[in-house]
Structures are given as structure tokens and as C-alpha cells.
């Protein structure tokens, strides 16, 4: 309702500036009227709702509209809405300004079904259709498709050297500005032969575009652009799971830093353990990543300067040599998961196993000193007691300390047989 209400303004005050005359009553209750007779009686007040249409559309950089919305959001006018507005959209329908996703030939199926579809467009078949229907669809204003997949294909070459590109399909999503949106780009751009729809059907089902970034229609789709895919998306899946151990680690060393504030050395000691394996997950990540970007980027470069049947020989060398297959990245993305997602089974194995990964109490105790110690040294207005045989810790004085404590806690790093401070 929120929403609804800060669009309603932000279009309100959008078309107040585009038509001055807006609140005069005479002329709203004129133009909010349904059409009658013939159509050179509403012509000119059909004109004025369809540009107001288009000039909102792009305002809102918008190309997907919602019938409901257009009428009952951008122009509800205290309450009231345009009788005639069904009416425009129907005749825009018919005049090729706007199309229905409906409409849209489906960009999976292959350029003979688009061929076949447009056919039939052409010889005005399935061109007719009724308010009721119309207001029941999601429209899509043509001008504005257009061009946004003009910009969306500005993007991809701002991004890339070569004469094509493939990227996921969730990455195509994301420019596009949502499954709805990319869906319709695409249809538009596999009609003007600009770019193609690939699948990988395997373990994972991978959803992908090659798009053409030059003036040239988008060659056939080639064993390469399939690796392509397979190595985007594995480095796309990777880095998303190196954001969420990122993410682990912050939330470990606040509460490490949490502890270390309260005195609870157990707790901290267990905190220690987990920012080790999360640190080991987070290696093992970025070494595979590392490579899946290495293997990547020798393929660019080898389709920039050579023939693409040079470029697939050299893919599929690289990949040989570096080692990557299926199998491994699979392996390694479920390790990964297995890790991040049960991460209170893990906590459990930790407090009922204390040594299993190699990490001693004592070693905590001696670095913890050392941490405090190092404290002390940082600030001579801050007393930071040293830790005591007892195992207490005071409390430390000063608005300085717990700023302190996080930069010394930020030198801590977890090795194979302490926790060891970093100079």
C-alpha cells in the first residue's frame, strides 16, 4: 500500500510538469470521459493518453506495464480513473504500439517457432483481441523494448572485447531488471537474430544467452560457448558462496571480540575454531575460483585474436590443463554448501569434540595474553588486565577499548596448530 501510494505521487507530480492543465476540472472531466462516436470526435484525446503513456513508461524506465496499475496508480485522479483508458490500450493493441507477453514467441524454442510466429503476425492473425483480454495481460510497450535492448547490449559490450558474449541466465535477469523483463528482451533479440537461448542439462540445469555485441547477427551456438557457460556459472555459484563465508567470518570475529570483551575465553576458543574451518572453506573456494577465471580469461583472449575454431581448441586445452571438471566443481560447491548451511551441527561437533581440528586450549590461553598484552602496549589511557591464572579477565576502562580490542582481534589469525597474531 506504501508503495502504491509513493509511485502514485511520484507519477502525480511527474505528469503535473508534463501537462500544466492537469487539475483543471473542466478539462479532466473531458479527457476522463469514455469515447463516443466516431473516431475523429476522440482522436485527439486518444493521442493525449497514449503519449502520456509512453512519456511515464520511459519516466519510470519501464517497458512491462500492468493495465491495473496504469489505470488505478498513474491515473487515479482523486479517486477517479479514465472510463476510456481500456479503450486506448485496445486501439495502441491494434495499432502495433504495444504487444502482449502473450504475444512474445518464446526464445527457448528455436528460431524456426519465432519465424512461424511472426508469419502469422505478419498476415494479421492472432493481431484482434477485446478490452477484456487486453486489461487481463501484461503489455509491452514496443518503442520502449526496443530500447532497452539496445542498452542492455551497451552494457554487455562496455563488459567484454569480444564480437559476442555468453552470460547466465540469472546475470541476463539482473540487467534486465527482472525475469519478466529479460524474458521479453530476449524474445525481441533472438527475432532480430541478436542472440540465442543455451541450456546445459547436467547435475545443475544451467540457463544461459550469447548475445552479439556487433552489428553482425549471433553466430551458432558451438561446444565452447556450452564450457563458457558451465565456467560463468560455476564462477558466478562460487563467488556467492565466498560473499556468505565472507559474512560467517565477520559474524565469528564480532562474536570473538564479543567474548574477549565479556572474559569468556570457551566461548572464544570455540568462535577460533569455526573462523578456521570457515577460513579453510573460503581457500579451497578461491583457489577453484582462481582458476575457473584463469581458464576464462585465456579463452577471451584467444577469441579476440584468433578464429573460433582456434578459440575452442585452446578452451578446451585450458580447461585439460588446469585441471577442472564437472565432478570437481560439483564436489567442491556441495562441500561448500554442506558447510555454510549446517553450521549448527557444526557448532554442536565442536563443543562435544574440543581438539578436533587441531587447536589446543592452552594455545588460545597464549594468544589471548599476548592479544591483551598487545592492547596495553597500543594505549597508555587504557588498562587491559592480562589474563589470569584463574582464567578472568578484567574489565576493561576507557571508550577506547572495545575500538582496541577489534583491531588486535583483526591481526588474529586461526593456523594449523594456534591462533597466531599477525605483525
Not at 472510463?83 to 512474445?104: F, P
Not at 540487467?175 to 524474445?187: D, Q, R, T
Not at 565466498?242 to 562474536?255: A, G, K
Amino acid at each position: 500500500m506504501n508503495t502504491a501510494s509513493s509511485s502514485s505521487r511520484s507519477v502525480g507530480e511527474f505528469i503535473t510538469k508534463e501537462v500544466p492543465d492537469w487539475d483543471d476540472e473542466v478539462k479532466a472531466s473531458a479527457r476522463f470521459k469514455a469515447f463516443s462516436g466516431q473516431r475523429s470526435d476522440w482522436d485527439a484525446k486518444y493521442e493525449f493518453w497514449r503519449d502520456l503513456i509512453f512519456k511515464v513508461a520511459r519516466h519510470l524506465g519501464l517497458f512491462l506495464i500492468r493495465p491495473s496499475e496504469v489505470k488505478n496508480i498513474w491515473f487515479n485522479r482523486q479517486g477517479l480513473t479514465p472510463l476510456c483508458l481500456d479503450h486506448v490500450l485496445l486501439e495502441m493493441y491494434n495499432a502495433g504500439d504495444i504487444g502482449r507477453s502473450g504475444d512474445l514467441a518464446d526464445p527457448r524454442s528455436g528460431r524456426l517457432s519465432w519465424i512461424f510466429r511472426k508469419l502469422i503476425h505478419l498476415g494479421g492473425l492472432s493481431r484482434s483481441s477485446t478490452p477484456e483480454n487486453i486489461v487481463e495481460d501484461h503489455l509491452i510497450l514496443l518503442a520502449l523494448l526496443k530500447d532497452k535492448a539496445v542498452e542492455i547490449v551497451k552494457v554487455l559490450s562496455e563488459n567484454h572485447w569480444t564480437s559476442s558474449c555468453v552470460i547466465t541466465m540469472r546475470k541476463f535477469q539482473d540487467i534486465c531488471g527482472g525475469s519478466k523483463e529479460a524474458y521479453a528482451v530476449l524474445s525481441y533479440l533472438s527475432g532480430c537474430r541478436k542472440a540465442q537461448y543455451l541450456e546445459i542439462n547436467r547435475k545443475e540445469f544451467i540457463e544461459g544467452v550469447k548475445v552479439s555485441l556487433s552489428p553482425a547477427a549471433v553466430s551458432g551456438i558451438t561446444s565452447l560457448d556450452y564450457d563458457v557457460l558451465h565456467l560463468i556459472w560455476t564462477a558466478e555459484k562460487l563467488q556467492q558462496q565466498l560473499d556468505v563465508i565472507d559474512q560467517r567470518c565477520e559474524t565469528l570475529r564480532n562474536s570473538a571480540l564479543a567474548s574477549l570483551k565479556s572474559g569468556n575465553k570457551k566461548v572464544a576458543l570455540r568462535h577460533a575454531r569455526e573462523l578456521k574451518l570457515a577460513s579453510e572453506s573460503r581457500e579451497k573456494c578461491t583457489t577453484l575460483l582462481n582458476r575457473v577465471e584463469e581458464v576464462l580469461k585465456i579463452i577471451a583472449d584467444a577469441e579476440s585474436s584468433r578464429k573460433v575454431s582456434e578459440a575452442i581448441q585452446i578452451g578446451a586445452r585450458a580447461i585439460k590443463e588446469n585441471s577442472i571438471s564437472v565432478e570437481e566443481v560439483q564436489h567442491c560447491l556441495q562441500e561448500l554448501d554442506e558447510s555454510i548451511d549446517s553450521q549448527k551441527q557444526v557448532e554442536k561437533v565442536l563443543e562435544s569434540t574440543p581438539s578436533c581440528t587441531g587447536i589446543e586450549d592452552e594455545d588460545i590461553e597464549d594468544e589471548l595474553s599476548k592479544l591483551e598484552l598487545e592492547v596495553g602496549r597500543e594505549s597508555s589511557q587504557v588498562a587491559i588486565p592480562e589474563v589470569g591464572l584463574d582464567g578472568e579477565v578484567g574489565e576493561a576502562e576507557g571508550p577506547e577499548s572495545a575500538a582496541l580490542l577489534g583491531d588486535a582481534l583483526s591481526k588474529l589469525r586461526v593456523t594449523d596448530g594456534a591462533v597466531a597474531v599477525v605483525e
